[in-house]
């Protein structure tokens, strides 16, 4: 299936929104409901429930968190959702720029069917911890 460039580009503002709103349930109604999540190659995140969860503990680490959609292509049935988190850790209080993408297969609607996350853990980690 291919899918309309225009439609998942607004779906992609959208879910930004969604992640800025502090709602992790708005960030897993972008999923299908059999969708996962995986980040960095970790544990799949399944269903919006488990979508919903991820969300939750990221907000939960970062509630002034802003995430910024820096680029999303389409190509068919895929996208990729390039983006940039920022904002200050809830334990450590440090400031956190991260950028990565989510590389996304695409369900009816527009949905995320399937999405594989990627961001330097490393260079997070570092930043979390203020080095």
Request: aromatic residues 12%.
């Amino acid at each position: 299936m291919t899918f309309d460039p225009k439609s998942v580009q607004d779906m992609a503002t959208a879910y930004t929104r969604a992640w800025c709103s502090g709602d992790p349930d708005s960030v897993a109604s972008f999923y299908a409901p059999n969708a996962s999540i995986v980040i960095n190659r970790g544990d799949p995140h399944q269903d919006r429930a488990g979508v919903s969860a991820m969300a939750a503990a990221f907000h939960a680490d970062f509630p002034d968190l802003v995430v910024i959609c820096d680029e999303c292509r389409v190509a068919g049935d895929h996208a990729v959702y390039a983006w940039t988190l920022e904002g200050h850790h809830a334990e450590t209080g440090n400031f956190v720029r991260v950028g990565g993408w989510e590389e996304w297969d695409l369900a009816e609607g527009p949905l995320i069917g399937a999405s594989r996350g990627w961001f330097d853990g490393a260079d997070y980690d570092r930043q979390v911890a203020g080095g």
